[in-house]
């Protein structure tokens, strides 16, 4: 705040919008942290019978909140930029103005080393963005500094244009803190190296065939929730695959802190006939762009019933198209068998 203040009132007393958009700039950074910080600590609360999930989501909230001042005050500068390109105001600008900005900026600077060193030792990724910031700021700084230069030697002002550039760099960085908190909010798809840790766990562990169809629900950073669908030998009794999941779900709670539920699906891969429908949709998925894997595959005792699930890409449009395809192909290659198909996308 000491240093948006300072670059304020040199900008008012040199009359160079440049220099208050800096300032401007530097108080949308100091508001920023301070409702990051408030955001920080609300979402910190303990879970309620109103919000069981807790409230990390009020970070997000307090993002679009801190989007809005960027964008606002961007489009403030912007605007004030602009008029003055049609009608200049005579510049005051001294060295003692540029020394002013100058000095200032490797405070900025030195200040995001620090915080960037600060970030990284609390592993905090927020700090270590903010510290970015910082020291991106200063780099700015040089476009205001150059400005004034020219102005000082050549009398040749430039600043309204440095005001139209430092207002779209603003601009730019409220739209993509604006975008990235309304993802987060819509349900972006779970983090794919969490994913990966429990796909592993999941897959390593003694009575389960296989895993799939994982969602990740995110309630706030690093507050997950989600579920997956795990094969089992289908000659398991239910208490043989309770004791082997109740284990899992609390392996994954204690070592990823990522509370998950469990679908079931059977597996016979000990029938040879099972063995060869299996490659016969293998076959399938190959020859086909856009289907990118299968499980869940299953033959009902007793019936002619065929269960098998499909994992096709977002590319893919016409997904009636492919069912009647794979069907059709499925009617030649095994006749007579009721094959029951689900299509799906990854969720992570």
């Known amino acids: 705040m000491l240093i948006a203040g300072v670059k304020i009132a040199a900008g008012l007393l040199a009359a160079s919008i440049a220099i208050v958009s800096e300032g401007v700039n530097n108080a949308a950074d100091a508001l920023t942290s301070v409702l990051t910080l408030v955001g920080t600590k609300l979402a910190g609360r303990h879970p309620d019978a109103k919000h069981p999930f807790g409230y990390g989501r009020i970070e997000y909230l307090t993002g679009l909140v801190v989007a809005v001042v960027i964008i606002v005050s961007g489009v403030q500068m912007l605007i004030e930029s602009v008029k003055l390109i049609f009608k200049p105001e005579e510049l005051s600008i001294s060295y003692v103005s540029l020394a002013i900005v100058a000095v200032t900026a490797v405070v900025k600077f030195f200040l995001g080393l620090y915080t960037i060193a600060r970030g990284r030792l609390a592993q905090s990724d927020a700090l270590v963005g903010v510290g970015l910031e910082c020291r991106g700021d200063s780099y700015i700084s040089i476009i205001t500094i150059v400005v004034a230069l020219v102005f000082l030697l050549t009398g040749v002002s430039l600043d309204a244009y440095a005001g139209v550039v430092m207002s779209a760099i603003i601009l730019k960085a409220g ?51 989600g579920s997956v669908n795990v094969e089992i030998d289908h000659a398991k009794s239910v208490g043989e695959v309770y004791a082997i999941l109740h284990e899992l779900q609390l392996r994954i709670m204690h070592e990823e802190h990522v509370t998950m539920v469990f679908g079931v699906y059977a597996v016979d891969d000990d029938h040879a006939v099972t063995r060869q429908i299996r490659q016969t949709i293998l076959e399938y998925v190959k020859a086909h762009e856009h289907v990118k894997n299968f499980h869940a595959v299953y033959l009902e005792p007793g019936t002619n019933r065929l269960y098998c699930d499909l994992v096709v890409d977002y590319a893919l449009a016409d997904w009636e198209a492919l069912r009647t395809d794979f069907l059709d192909y499925m009617q030649a290659q095994v006749p007579g068998r009721d094959v029951v198909l689900t299509i799906e996308t990854e969720f992570v």
């Open 175 to 225: 739209v993509e803190v604006l975008l990235k908190t309304v993802s987060e909010l819509i349900g972006r798809p779970g983090e794919k190296e969490l994913a990966v840790k429990i796909y592993r766990l999941v897959r390593a562990t003694p009575g389960v065939v296989g895993a799939a169809d994982m969602m990740l629900h995110n309630y706030g950073p690093n507050a997950w929730s």
